[in-house]
């Protein structure tokens, strides 16, 4: 084994694929480097080979323990270089506590630093922003200039390289679903940046308020697995066994972000006195708490009997406006432009559907809006911008007139828009 590892160690993988020997003792692209398949073929059949050892052979305790060891390396070196979670089912959670889930960057990030052009800035404090034509690299520049820029990193004492490192090691906990994935994260995060600018929102609240808004906004869905809370309940996945039922999916996002922040090289907080700190700590759990659309009814109802006689001195008053503020960036693909907005109602129903695969697959209740054999586009938008978006974004209009026409007006264009569609259904089902 110990040679087998020093062979893979000295090889690097080129851009077709095989794999180069960077050994000086060796020529470049010498015939004996391994092809990036064969190899794969060889670590699987290692470890097909250590674990018939393992269970089969009845080998005293040590060398058991040994070939457990080598087995973790093995499938460590897999994950390494296929980029994924070798042997973990998306939703069943190993959350250890040991936080080996997280990929700290020690060194200087190495992310390109762009320089944002000046329609670029001025377009992100718009819900017209359009957030697919940008790399992931990009993103995290957008997000890094917004920090500046709304004067978190002074505010906070931040180190920008830390800033840096946080951001990547917030990339890199979020996963590959359709929907809940690090593009997402942007929207939310770039919304929120938008509201904060079109609402005024500095000269209402504290910074120490932009910071919770924003960090939230960043964190709210870290290392979700694509299968919502319905889900972790019903199967009794380990998430839902650690918080009782209550929503395992926001605690576990809380979790991760305060696991990040717990790294002194992404603790952008660092700077920060203990009391504060707890106070925003505890400030930004609320809001990704939040986040739970289970909670929804309870949350809108509290913001609307607050917004007629609102108090921006009153803290709680200001605690439910945040949660308002981030329920409604979290679910406001619909105000953007339709051309934006349709390809993310894809990727949700996607997401659903491999969910509700699953349930089938599993015994499980579906849920009809996530049935592929029940659920059309029109049908899943039309009744959750009715009775969802529309009241939610027109009691903050109470609170800020300003948004009635570029956030809004566009939720009634895209009800009428789905309405008009499920007219076409409804016309080509009865032909």
């Not at 005293?60 to 460590?76: H, S």
């Not at 105000?335 to 993310?344: I, L, M, N, Q, Y």
Request: include cysteine.
């Amino acid at each position: 084994m110990e040679r087998f590892r020093r062979n893979t160690a000295i090889m690097m993988v080129d851009l077709e694929g095989a794999l180069v020997s960077i050994d000086p003792t060796m020529p470049t692209n010498s015939p004996k480097a391994f092809r990036i398949n064969e190899l794969k073929t060889e670590v699987t059949n290692r470890l097909a080979m250590l674990e018939k050892r393992v269970e089969l052979e009845g080998l005293k305790v040590v060398e058991i323990e040994k070939c457990k060891n080598d087995l973790k390396k093995l499938r460590d070196e897999m994950t390494s270089r296929g980029g994924g979670r070798v042997g973990n089912c998306p939703c069943k959670y190993n959350f250890s506590d040991d936080g080996k889930k997280l990929n700290p960057r020690r060194d200087v990030p190495s992310y390109p630093k762009y320089t944002l052009s000046q329609e670029t800035i001025e377009a992100l404090k718009k819900p017209t922003f359009d957030v697919w034509h940008w790399e992931h690299n990009e993103m995290l520049s957008c997000l890094e200039y917004m920090y500046h820029d709304l004067g978190l990193v002074k505010e906070f004492n931040m180190n920008p390289i830390t800033l840096k490192r946080w951001l990547l090691g917030i990339q890199e906990n979020y996963r590959s679903n359709p929907f809940h994935n690090f593009r997402h994260c942007f929207c939310v995060s770039q919304m929120m940046y938008g509201m904060i600018n079109l609402c005024n929102l500095p000269e209402k609240m504290t910074l120490t308020d932009m910071g919770i808004l924003m960090t939230a906004a960043v964190c709210h869905d870290l290392d979700h697995p694509g299968y919502n809370n319905t889900y972790q309940i019903n199967a009794r996945t380990e998430l839902a066994v650690r918080y009782n039922d209550i929503s395992p999916l926001e605690n576990h996002h809380c979790a991760v972000a305060f696991q990040i922040l717990s790294l002194p090289e992404c603790n952008i907080f660092a700077n920060v006195e203990l009391e504060a700190y707890k106070q925003i700590r505890q400030a930004i759990i609320t809001l990704i708490l939040a986040t739970d659309m289970a909670r929804h009814g309870e949350i809108l109802d509290s913001f609307k009997h607050k917004v007629d006689s609102f108090d921006f001195t009153n803290e709680e008053h200001v605690t439910c406006l945040k949660m308002v503020l981030i329920k409604c960036c979290d679910i406001s693909n619909e105000v953007r432009p339709t051309e934006v907005a349709e390809p993310w109602v894809d990727c949700l129903l996607e997401e659903y559907f491999m969910q509700s695969d699953r349930e089938k697959t599993e015994g499980l209740p579906v849920a009809p809006f996530m049935d592929r054999d029940k659920v059309t586009k029109p049908t899943a938008q039309i009744g959750f911008i009715k009775f969802v978006l529309i009241p939610m974004f027109e009691t903050v209009l109470k609170l800020f007139p300003q948004i009635e026409e570029i956030m809004v007006q566009p939720l009634r264009d895209s009800r009428d828009h789905y309405e008009e569609l499920k007219q076409i259904d409804d016309a080509m089902t009865e032909v």
